[in-house]
Nanobody, 122 residues
């Protein structure tokens, strides 16, 4: 069954960095966009960032612009989310997904990673 395998996450102090990775299992990213959503306790799910494998379009939520960078390796086997200058407000469960991505929207299409917790705290 097609699914995504996530790695990364953890506990970091404010101002620190973390890197999340996400790889497909049972399919390839050749025709998919990949990215991340996050959900903090008591808050709605938020689309964080995505990258399109077809045209390279990239989307960032306003809350992470200038701090997070999404990328995909040249072989289109793994997506990465580099998170710098982390803030306590970035604390959430992060889920990678495939879906529909442009520079102005990011919607999931039903294949998700298992999720990873990111905690930003001193």
């Amino acid at each position: 069954q097609a699914h995504l395998v996530e790695s990364g996450g953890g506990l970091v102090q404010p101002g620190g960095s973390l890197r999340l990775s996400c790889a497909p299992s049972g399919f390839t990213l050749d025709y998919y966009s990949i990215g991340w959503f996050r959900q903090a306790p008591g808050k709605e799910r938020e689309g964080v960032a995505c990258i399109s494998s077809s045209d390279g379009s990239i989307y960032y939520a306003d809350s992470v612009k200038g701090r997070f960078t999404i990328s995909m390796d040249n072989a289109k086997t793994t997506g990465h989310l580099q998170m710098n200058s982390l803030k306590p407000d970035d604390t959430a469960d992060y889920y990678c997904a495939v879906g529909y991505c442009s520079d102005s929207y990011w919607y999931p299409s039903g294949i998700w990673g298992q999720g990873t917790q990111v905690t930003v705290s001193s």
